[in-house]
């Protein structure tokens, strides 16, 4: 590269690096005050976007019309976002962790489905901006005049963000709050407007970062999810609750992307090295180094023990007997089902079984390992496409079932011995950034994986392939992996695994390795959710990239959740439910996504413990009633 | 003035206090005596709401507050300086007695920074300097300044003199009686025998959960069975 294209290109990722680290500041704001994750942030930003587009299509194109659209864009998502925290947020604050992350996902499927209904699928391309339409000449190249005020944008919301911070009551009440807010609580700070406000103040930034967009990048329906992965990475490699980090990672991932396209395509010793490929994952990579060198971030500082804790888990108690009967008659009825059914309730259900496992092994991790898991889906992934890879190679399809759980498990090993090293949210964001790679790697590698078309043809050996017979592998399958995750929790590893999950000190205290524990249970989740991704992919006769995509790994959490992380089956009943909702309302209804958001949403504000919790909750309630009561 | 009747506490299925009872007049010191996990915290913690009672009845100045939320009953004038301190360490002192600052209230001390660095000098001293960066008495006066801000009319002190060196607990023994001049009530806890006698006017023992012992400091001072029996270690 010439001095010249370096510049260009630097000046490139300081342009992109201002609406990333509004957006990224936001969150991060949000996170630090309120200490909820909020999955929604990337939906902000692209409210702000379309937004922007109707106004400056209402307005007109003109000065006046077009940074006065820019402006009010992202006050109406700050309104938005003011309203979100003061109707949703407020009744869940004391919910667990995983329960509001899950609220806030059910927002970025009805604000995703609104935007459908308001705009349309199509892309939308804004005008440029007046007055900055045109480009300047830098060291002999066009540069546009738009990127020079993002560059400018960037550190001049960072100045005002720090002086609001710093120099007004608000903002001394605001990092105060961030530190311990039960003692700002306590010397009369009323924590309600001061969320509210901090809500709405990050919804402000996500709203601008993507009204600012709009000359550069056009609105459309997948920005949601890019976002927010973009901003949970500079988040987290900048260190949670700080915006000074936050624009430092900024900057940095955003000149590394930059760098990336430019150098482009490198021959080396022969072999082409693609830079522009690279930046889909670079910042995910960039992610995994931070975090194993400095696992609080760049400028972050250890997480501490939130302050007012819930209360404590209960132990996981042996299963009673009915439990157990109505187990096996469950697994009784499922096997019967063939007799009397045939054709697409019993695709339906293989559906659902093989949900089921996957859900119980994300479970596995998430319940008594402790460790959230935004990534799962690699996992299920790798097992399809191990599968389905080694079907295409020649070998048999029962060589196949063995090697795309291996395959799975082996990811896992590489994976979880990083993932184990971290805890909390930032163990969440590794696993994420894991599976983004494993998914870009997938989604790239066109010769072997078939890149975004995905394989096909890959169906299952002839004396399987009647539905019903398929249908007895994928129940054997199934519920044996369910079974023997369920046994190995009540095995001295399960038990092991929670004590450390529950005092890792103590744990540590009576020769526990906490970790090689946790990184075991890492693998065998991995397994099992790798056996469920080859029962499916031959099944389905086809793999697709999707499998393994963000939105899966989502899916497994909401599974897991609506069941209830407290109880041991709650993760099969949240896998039926889920899948038989998507499948049902999917096919009746153009905006089943809203209409599932909204679900969630209701069954979250009604049972903020997961449904098998709450019918647990309810049962003890009326045998403690029950005894209770005078013979 | 703050009166409490019949209090049950409970973190989860343990149950902590039991019908604990006892109050505090304006202008009075009272000290809560007790070994360590007497309960002392937690009636503390009960009366500014930051855990809710199961039962029983706090007044404060003839209003029932066991229903409020934390910054409700500060903003009645009640004060609470906690046992751990829990200054904001990313704050300077200024900025933490920031925090703490609530508007005038009529029949209560007003209190500003300049008034507050008179009673503490040091912390005039390093008004920029972060609440990381102090040592722990100094910490120790800056948790009571910044809850003076508030303007409180009765202050809720755990444990002040725990982990301080002599020099300083005699200075926290200053200041106590430099705040009952100011004709605030204070309400402490406290394991220390020696540095209540200090400054409380009258005394409260607790032990697992239950007030087993009520008088003037003078009586208890003079009941060598009573301080054999509950605070002896
Ligand atoms: N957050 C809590 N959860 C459960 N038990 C607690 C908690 N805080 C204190 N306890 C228990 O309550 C009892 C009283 O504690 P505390 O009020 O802190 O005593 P003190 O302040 O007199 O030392 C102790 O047995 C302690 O273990
Ligand atoms: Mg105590």
Redesign the pocket.
Known sequence: MTAAAILIQFLNGLASASSLFLVAAGLSLIFGVTRIVNFAHGSLYMLGTYIAYSLIEHFGRGPLGFWGAVLLAGLIVAAFGALVEIFLLRRIYAAPELLQLLATFALVLIVKDFALWVWGPEDLLGPRAPGLGGAVEIAGRQFPEYDLFLIVLGPLVLAILWAILTRTRWGTLVRAATEDREMAGALGVNQKWLFTGVFALGSLLAGLGGSVQIPREPANLFMDLSVISDAFVVVVVGGLGSIGGAFLAALLIAEIKAFCIGIGDVTWFGHVLSFSKLTLVVEFIVMAVVLVIRPWGLLGRQQSVPRSSGAAEAPLALPSRTAVQALVALLAALALVPVFFSGYALVLLIDIMVFALFSVSLYFIMGPGGMHSFGHAAYFGLGAYGAGLIVKSGAAMEVGLLAGPLLAGIGALVFGWFCVRLSGVYLAMLTLAFAQIAWSVVFQWDAVTGGSNGLIGIWPAPWLASKTAYYYLALAGCATGIFVLWRILYAPFGYALRAGRDSPLRADAIGIDVRSRQWGAFVIAGLAAGLAGSLSAFSKGSISPESMAVPRSVDGLVMVLLGGIQNLTGPVWGAALFTWLQDAVAREIDYWRAVLGAVILALVLAFPQGIAGYIGQFIESRRVKSAGAPA | MLEVSALNTA??R?H?LFDVALDARPGEVVVLL?R????????LKSLIGLVRPLSGEIRFNGRRIDRLQPYQVARLGLGYVP?ERRIFADLSVMENLEVGRQPRRDGAAFWTPERLFELFPNLGRMKERGGGRMSGGEQQMLTIARTLMGNPSTVLLDEPSEGLSPLIVEQMAATIRDLKREGLCVLL?EQNLHFSELVADRAYI?ET?QIRYSGTMAELSADEAVREQYLSV
Request: charged share 10%; hydrophobic share 25%; glycine share 30%.
């Open positions: 973190y989860g343990a902590i007790g360590n996990g007497a309960g002392k915290s937690t009636t046992e806890s607790i959960g």
